[in-house]
């Protein structure tokens, strides 16, 4: 049986590199994209069924150079994933211009021209479409104005490839990490933070890299055939709570 192509972009490390890894066990072939060469060929390395391209989807061209030589490679694309992201945190009245559109032009953007290049490939497959939102695209924070509202976009971005994409057998759908224990959050973490995460989630802890992967995997599969134009929280409860939790508990 011919297998399945995906691409994931943002896959040198965390969660676009937990999901290739889930989708290769699961039979695929993963196309991974990251702008980090050095981490890319290094996270690549001894992964048989994935594929390195380093290219940076905020660029257009690089963007249009990378859906050619993908399809050039595998000869098809029955998936994408939209990982790839950055996070600039700081005070609304600090974040200026150039640090609103660095992040637009990787959050925002580069699903935009992703999954535009992808479509003619999947309307071939009657592929899916998976856009990596946030749980700060769901619900406001504080120091998150640029990250926060780039992922409230691309929410709305995935319910609009849904809206249009349909017709064509195209699925879109959009997952919200919560809180993860990734090596990066972990760094930056402190205990007060963790603990103050800890009481706000109803499951009391971060999720794994894994346990993202495995909702990815799950919309990119023929088990969420008619499933389309959702967003769903891989949040342990984080968002169905609301504010005050942690004072009601008792």
Same mark, same amino acid.
């Given at each position: 049986m011919t297998s399945k192509i995906?691409?994931?972009t943002g896959a040198a490390r965390g969660i676009g590199l937990a999901t290739t890894k889930l989708l290769i066990e699961k039979g695929w072939k993963v196309a991974m994209v990251d702008r980090d060469g050095v981490e890319l060929k290094s996270a690549s390395a001894g992964i048989n069924a994935g594929s390195a391209f380093i290219y940076d989807v905020s660029i257009p061209d690089d963007v249009? /150079?990378?859906?050619?030589? +993908? +399809? /050039?490679?595998?000869g098809r694309l029955d998936a994408v994933v939209n990982n790839a992201g950055v996070a600039n945190f700081g005070r609304i009245e600090e974040a200026d211009l150039s640090l609103w559109r660095a992040v637009m032009a990787t959050n925002l953007d580069g699903v935009f021209m992703v999954s535009q290049a992808a479509v003619p490939h999947l309307k071939k497959t009657r592929g899916a479409i998976v856009n990596i939102g946030s749980i700060s695209g769901l619900r406001a924070s504080t120091l998150r104005v640029a990250y926060g509202t780039s992922k409230a976009a691309v929410i709305h971005l995935t319910k609009q490839q849904a809206a249009e994409l349909g017709e064509y057998g195209i699925r879109a759908n959009c997952v919200c990490p919560g809180p993860v224990r990734t090596k990066l959050a972990m760094a930056v973490h402190t205990q007060e933070i963790i603990d103050a995460y800890h009481d706000a989630i109803p499951l009391n802890r971060y999720g794994s890299e894994a346990e993202i992967a495995s909702v990815i995997a799950f919309l990119c599969s023929e088990e969420a055939s008619y499933v389309t134009g959702q967003v769903i929280a891989s949040d342990g409860g984080f968002d169905s709570t609301g504010v005050g939790l942690p004072a009601l508990r008792t």
């Open positions: 995906a691409l994931v249009d /150079e990378m859906m050619t030589k +993908i +399809i /050039e490679h595998f």
